[in-house]
Structure formats: C-alpha cells, structure tokens
C-alpha cells in the first residue's frame, strides 16, 4: 500500500508555506503523493478547523478539529483520494506547511522518540519488532498508528496509555493523534 507511494515521492519537494487569518479556502498544487503538514493556529482559543477536500470539493479528511491553541504535525494524502483545496475554520491566525514526507522526523530502530501532540513519523534503522508506548496523561484523544504494506493500530484510547505492542516488519510511516506528552520506544528484530 504505502511502498508504491513513497517510491513516486520527489526526494525533496519545496516546503509550501500559507499564513494568513479567519477561514479561507485555498487550492493545493502538489504532486499526488503523501505529504506531512505542519499546522499551528488559534491562540486565541476558539474553533479551528482544517480539512482537506477533493476534486469535487467532497472532504477527505479532518486534520484539525478543536478549540485549543494548535501545534502539531499531520499526514496529507495517505489514502487513494488526492487534496486539490484544503478548508481552514479559524478566528485568528494560523500557518499551514506543506512538506516532504522524507522530512519527517526519524522514529530509529531500535531507539526511543518523544513529543507532545500530533507527529508523523518514518521508520528508519532495522526491521522493527515491538513498541513500548507511554502517552496520554491528559485524557485526550490517544491514536497510534503504523502504515506500511498493512495499517496497524498499536494504540486507540482516551485514557492514560502504558503498553507493548507488535509493529509490522515493514511499517514506514508511524502517525500519532496526540494533545499531550507521548514517548515510543522500538526494537529490532
């Protein structure tokens, strides 16, 4: 699934940088591949809301949704669907990245990664085996998930999250939903 579409990825397309402030509907010029998005916005804590839509302006995905100040790093364009508009909600203002998946940031094997918030992160090092995830102290929304030839969902909680899971031998790409600090740690086969 996942291996096709990282080998038509250019090794570094340009960053796409869009500021601005309030709600605006822009169309996204990109190269039909997955893309990471950087997104920060609403500091001044109201509804904000980006999502990306189709062709025929049908919605793709949500990958913003609150009403807290935003800071944090989503996927684009892993399904079979293709942005041409990104929708942002928002009262105040707000900066949107459009980047390479390749400048993601590295989850090692073996090795240990932290953050807070939303993150996408590409498997590199070895052949992974399990994962130990700590997360989710604040109650939120807790989502991890391994995308490679097969999609595995190693956590899905919105309590406190203290566990071991298997990752695929040939997972790439590691996606975290996330409000809060979180800490992976992965080893080799």
Request: charged content about 20%; glycine content about 8%.
């Amino acid at each position: 699934m996942l291996t096709a579409k990282l080998s038509s990825i250019p090794p570094t397309p340009e960053p796409v940088v869009i500021e601005s402030t309030g709600d605006t509907i822009m169309d996204i010029q990109k190269i039909g591949v997955p893309m990471i998005v950087h997104i920060t916005g609403n500091e001044c804590a109201s509804y904000f809301g980006v999502s990306t839509l189709d062709e025929d302006n049908e919605l793709i995905d949500l990958l913003v949704n609150t009403v807290d100040p935003y800071y944090g790093v989503v996927i684009m364009d892993l399904g079979d669907k293709w942005t041409k508009r990104m929708k942002v909600e928002a009262s105040c203002a707000w900066t949107i990245e459009i980047r390479s998946l390749f400048s993601a940031r590295s989850l090692d094997v073996p090795g240990t990664i932290e953050g807070t918030g939303d993150d996408v992160l590409q498997v590199t090092g070895e052949t992974p085996d399990l994962v130990f995830i700590t997360g989710n102290d604040c109650g939120s929304y807790f989502g991890v998930t391994a995308y490679g030839r097969q999609v595995d969902l190693l956590v899905n909680t919105v309590d406190p999250y203290d566990g071991t899971g298997i990752v695929n031998a040939e997972a790439m790409i590691v996606v975290v939903q996330a409000s809060c600090p979180w800490t992976i740690e992965i080893t080799a086969k």
